[in-house]
């Protein structure tokens, strides 16, 4: 059987990949990274609405919401993208981002912010990292970590450049102005996507044969019999609730540690930056020195970020403090992108929607205990450096979780070889 599919050519890709970065921006910018400038004005508000003090346990329990929200739609979302691609699931997602960030500008309650952050679950899903990673994996067969590491930078450059930019707006307006400007970017996204985005590269007269090769791989019940998915699923929880705990707390610890709000902001572009670094980095060297001997690397240098960040919790010493989120943010940029990267160039593209919604459903396990475990043991124990040794020890058993991870270079570029 003939058919032809009305689609953009292959280098039509790095347009793709320019609006993958822009919508990772987007989503991850304004959901985990910019809106934590704004916590102790949030704390300090909900105190004189309800009268009474309000832990920062119960604050971070929105990111535990947004992200077990965002699991209950992950699988669901995984299964509509491998039928009917993530054009209409994107914009859907968009839509409902704006909605949602109008309805921020008049919370003024913790319920309130409660009921925001279970509506930016979806749009993480939607927007964010499981509908790019399908559509950067059919477009980039070859360079395929590179194209996934610079889409995973999106996220580490969108929370790298609001936090300090929302700081600097607070200058010269409120923070609910802050956050009704930022209403229009997603409907500014929306024609983008609409306009612009494509599904996949042209195949001209392409047999029904030559199809089925490009969505080579496992099926959804192939890949729950592998032992690589169940160690990814582990590794993946670990480093998420490391990295969601500190994201979501570095500010308010730089605030303990001394420091004013302009500053304290730059914790989330050090760490973000150092995440781009590492996703960017970890896209040329894991195809040329092979995927596991990286994975290991950015585990060392994850760990060792979070070594610093204790001791920093404990002396306040600034230099441990700048280069202990540097360097931590740089090995989860590395790990981040080879779990993306591992998705697709283990499992392949047949059901990879459906595989990435079963690991983004289960990681959500870790990333929504992070933040507010992180905070709950600042309130029972008045510091941080309790919160940073659990995190420094969920670290190393993500990495003990990753040696297990049976990975075969060789095949994996023969069986892309194969669909170039």
């Given amino acids: 059987m003939i058919s032809i599919i009305q689609n953009k050519k292959p280098n039509y890709r790095w347009v793709i990949l320019a609006i993958s970065f822009l919508l990772m921006m987007v989503v991850n910018g304004m959901t985990f990274g910019g809106p934590t400038v704004f916590d102790d004005l949030l704390l300090e508000n909900l105190k004189n609405s309800s009268g009474e003090p309000i832990s920062r346990a119960e604050l971070k329990f929105r990111e535990s919401i947004m992200i077990w929200s965002a699991a209950g739609f992950g699988f669901l979302s995984g299964t509509f993208a491998d039928k009917f691609g993530v054009k209409p699931i994107m914009l859907t997602g968009l839509l409902l981002f704006s909605m949602l960030y109008f309805l921020f500008v008049d919370v003024e309650t913790l319920t309130d912010i409660y009921i925001i952050y279970l509506g930016f679950g979806p749009c993480l899903i939607f927007v964010g990292s499981l509908t790019n990673v399908i559509l950067i994996s059919k477009w980039f067969t070859k360079n395929r970590a590179l194209g996934l590491g610079i889409m995973a930078a999106g996220s ?20 609910r102005s802050v956050i009704y400007f930022n209403a229009f970017i997603p409907l ?86 150092g995440s781009l670094v590492g996703k960017i980095s970890c896209g040329f060297f894991a195809e040329k020195f092979g995927r596991k001997k990286v994975l290991i690397c950015y585990f060392m240098g994850f760990i060792a970020g979070s070594i610093l960040l204790t001791v920093a919790a404990g002396t306040k010493d600034a230099v441990f ?3 202990g989120l540097g360097i931590f943010g740089t090995g989860f940029g590395g790990i981040y992108t080879l779990k993306q990267l591992l998705s697709a160039d283990l499992f392949g593209l047949k059901s990879l929607g459906k595989i990435t919604g079963l690991i983004n459903l289960t990681d959500t396990i870790g990333s929504g205990l992070g933040p507010v475990m992180t905070a ?21 058993l993500g990495l003990i979780f990753s040696l297990f991870l049976d990975i075969n270079d060789d095949a994996i570029e023969k069986s892309k070889s194969e669909i170039e």
């Fill in 376 to 396: 709950l043991f600042f309130d029972l124990t008045g510091n941080y450096q309790t919160s940073f040794l659990i995190i420094t020890c969920i670290t190393c």
């Fill in 321 to 323: 403090i700048w280069l």
């Fill in 188 to 273: 500014i996204m929306i024609f983008i996507v609409l306009f612009l985005l494509h599904e996949r590269p042209v195949q001209i007269k392409s047999s029904s044969n030559e199809k089925d090769s490009l969505m080579n791989g496992f099926s959804f019940t192939e890949a729950l019999k592998s032992k690589n998915l169940w160690f990814l699923i582990l590794m993946a929880m670990c480093i998420f609730y490391t990295m969601m705990g500190m994201t979501t707390n570095a500010f308010l610890f730089l605030r303990d540690s001394g420091f004013d709000r302009q500053v304290a902001s730059v914790s989330a572009t050090i760490l973000f930056m």
């Fill in 156 to 175: 580490s450059i969108g929370s790298a450049f609001l936090t300090p930019f929302y700081a600097w707006l607070m200058n010269y307006m409120d923070w």
